[in-house]
């Protein structure tokens, strides 16, 4: 699962989004990658901080997505245009080896694999998932890191 802000605190809600995933029903956090801060990709605003979690989870993907939409509209997030800047945006990557292409919901995410904001935090808790190739792809896209990796967190 990608997090990522830059509107607001983007650290401080990114880091409540990781403890508000560890209290959510049926949610187990089990990895959480560094904060990362790096430059709007097809977007605007100011930099924003991404993080990638893994999380364990009894719920369905539909019924995870409802959640992780929840904790957004807590967190204030509003969608007044595609891509707009965000006080808080929770993306599922993955959900086990599902293949999952609905309205709300494609899984793989169509775009991670794009994306150094969610390659590189992710290959630091899941590196079998991550090619060197992927990587190579994306390091013209500026990305760094803003302090040690979380380690795990709190599991349900």
């Known amino acids: ?13 990114i880091l409540k989004a990781m403890n508000d995933l ?9 990895k959480c990658s560094s904060l990362y801060r790096t430059a709007p990709v ?32 807590t967190g204030g997030r509003q969608r007044p245009f595609r891509n707009a800047p965000r006080t808080l945006d929770l993306d599922l990557l993955t959900f086990g ?3 999952i292409q609905s309205e709300p919901l494609t899984i793989p995410h169509p775009r ?3 994306r150094a ?23 013209t896209q500026h990305i760094s890191r803003l302090g040690k990796r979380l380690g795990a967190a709190g599991k349900r």
């Open 112 to 114: 991670m694999g794009a």
């Open 97 to 99: 080896e599902a293949r």
């Open 42 to 73: 097809d977007s605007s605003g100011p930099d924003y901080v991404n993080a990638v979690v893994e999380v364990r989870t009894v719920l369905t993907a539909p019924a995870l997505l409802a959640q992780l939409q929840a904790l957004e509209q």
């Open 22 to 30: 560890a209290l959510t029903e049926g949610v187990s956090l089990i």
């Open 1 to 13: 699962m990608a997090l990522g802000a830059n509107l607001g605190d983007p650290q401080a809600t």
């Open 117 to 139: 904001f969610v390659l590189v935090p992710l290959a630091e808790i899941a590196p079998q998932v991550v090619t060197a190739a992927q990587l190579q792809a994306v390091r």
